[in-house]
């Protein structure tokens, strides 16, 4: 069976070093919030996560420096990757942000019948879709306006101790704000992502492709037909 | 072992206005340049004579004062990532430098205006009982230098103190700041206790969330969770949906070399 490469090395090492650097955030971030108004899941979890290192507000300084230096890295990956292959990152911008007629249909429909079934999302084929389909995109256009929303954010978080002058300070609690708004927003999406990709049967080949870096002739096909049909115009196997 | 209730208990009437605790407290503590940890306020008539021929003697009131270590204190809520805290120990409102990002939320938040954003350390700072002195079995350095022993500091939760011998002693006659409204108190229970009366009053101010503060916790925080919630909901009905529908999708492991067969893809994703 022919397959189709869909991802380069660089694009898996991404993918990856995102993931985990998501998780490390994720986790230290949520260890780093403390107020009775904002915990999102009571005060058990940054006390859990802070007895990890220390306990008390100690331990919470030693989760902030954490944050703070996995969070650089996770700048400086995405920089190394755009040095790396700026032609995948143009690539991938220019497709998760060209919305095609049909998508949002797609869309629509695709949820109703992977969560209630025919009866929400009809029968009948659904709009063919390209490189990347809607559900895709969408949460691929949010981790893109999010991510750059926390990086800018984390970025004036990181220097108002260091740097940002007492006249900055309601820039800083809107940067908590916002902070917040995004992690929580994308964390939204995540959480179907991985369903998607790691544990519903549907997307099994594309998950193979992130450690692979190819898809089989036949699910891209299915899958992603406008992507296979561009391909046969263009060189076949290139992206 | 008793877990201590540090406060301070003031005799306004004895200050004399000579600032000594607030040089001591910024020496003691390296304070940066154009910021104070403690003050006294003063009420009027300020302190002078009577006019002259008269036999009524002008008098003043100075009222010494700094972080009150409330009970109940408006800046912990505040504060998002829990760097300023209530000690289990000893009762103060503790600031962990480590831990605080500078967002300012506590300044506005006590009602005292005892906080403030150093300009150097670039977060919050206030009065913390100097506990670098207490650990060395000294008082607070405004205590110490105070020349009329207006200040008066210790464990009231300790009967044996000089503190709680001196609330004792003048129980019913001791009065607390506390931020008042049109029909509202704000009292985050002050531990710092004024002895029979004390000028001024009503200087305390309302404690306010910054806006970005307020948005957070009444509009971001219910939306991100009602986003999380849904999403969760989203992939727990696909998860049922898989599980019932067993393991006869297309789209097992080898099922899918059905690609051009037009039944099979509108049966796929149903």
């Known amino acids: 069976m022919r397959s189709l490469k869909r991802h380069d090395a660089s694009d898996i090492f991404i993918h990856w070093f995102n993931a985990a650097c998501w998780l490390l955030l994720l986790l230290s971030g949520l260890g780093l919030i403390k107020n009775e108004r904002l915990n999102p899941l009571g005060a058990w979890l940054p006390d859990a996560l802070r007895a990890l290192f220390g306990g008390g507000s100690a331990g919470g300084a030693v989760l902030l420096v954490l944050h703070e230096v996995v969070g650089v890295l996770w700048v400086l990956g995405f920089l190394a990757y755009l040095a790396v292959n700026a032609r995948g990152a143009k690539y991938f911008l220019k497709e998760i942000f060209s919305v095609r007629p049909g998508d949002l249909s797609w869309l629509v429909r695709k949820m109703g019948r992977m969560t209630v079934g025919p009866l929400l999302g009809g029968r009948g084929e659904l709009p063919p879709q390209g490189y990347y389909n809607m559900g895709q995109k969408a949460f691929a256009q949010a981790s893109v306006a999010g991510g750059l929303a926390i990086v800018l954010s984390g970025a004036v978080l990181l220097l108002s101790a260091k740097l940002l002058p007492a006249a900055a300070t309601p820039l800083i609690g809107w940067a908590v704000t916002l902070h917040y708004l995004a992690v929580g927003l994308v964390f939204a999406g995540l959480l179907v992502h991985i369903y998607m990709a790691a544990i519903s049967p549907e997307e099994k080949p594309g998950f193979r492709s992130m450690f692979t870096g190819s898809v089989p002739e036949d699910y891209a096909r299915h899958h992603h037909g406008l992507w296979v049909e561009a391909l046969g115009k263009d060189d076949p196997g290139s992206k | ?270």
Not at chain 2, 39 to 46: D, L, Q, R, S
Not at chain 2, 217 to 236: C, D, E, F, N
């Open chain 2, 1 to 270: 072992m008793s877990t201590q209730k540090l406060a301070m208990v003031i005799d306004s009437a004895k200050c004399i206005d000579c600032k000594g605790c607030m040089a001591a407290c910024k020496q003691a503590n390296g304070v940066s340049r154009g910021v104070w940890r403690n003050w006294i306020k003063e009420a009027m008539p300020p302190l002078e004579n009577g006019p002259a021929g008269s036999k009524k003697l002008g008098h003043g009131h100075f009222q010494p004062g700094a972080c009150m270590h409330c009970d109940e204190p408006s800046c912990i809520q505040a504060c998002p990532t829990g760097a300023t805290y209530k000690s289990a120990a000893d009762g103060t409102v503790v600031i962990d430098p480590k831990l605080c990002i500078g967002c300012g939320n506590c300044i506005k938040a006590c009602p005292y205006g005892a906080r403030f954003r150093d300009p150097v350390k670039r977060i919050a700072d206030k009065c913390n009982y100097c506990p670098e002195r207490r650990a060395a079995g000294l008082a607070p350095a405004c205590v110490d230098t105070c020349p009329t022993k207006a200040r008066v500091f210790g464990d009231i939760n300790d009967p044996g103190s000089d503190a709680a011998k001196l609330l004792a002693a003048n129980q019913g006659k001791v009065v607390r700041v506390i931020a008042k409204g049109p029909g509202k108190n704000w009292d985050t229970k002050p531990n710092m206790y004024y002895l029979a009366s004390t000028a001024p009053d009503g200087w305390a101010v309302q404690p306010v969330d910054p806006l970005s503060f307020d948005f957070l916790t009444a509009v971001v925080a219910p939306a991100v969770k009602w986003a999380v919630g849904l999403s969760g909901l989203g992939v727990l009905a696909m998860l049922g949906r898989q599980l019932l529908a067993g393991a006869g999708g297309a789209h097992g492991p080898g099922g899918s070399a059905d690609g051009a067969d037009k039944d099979a893809k509108e049966d796929h994703h149903a």
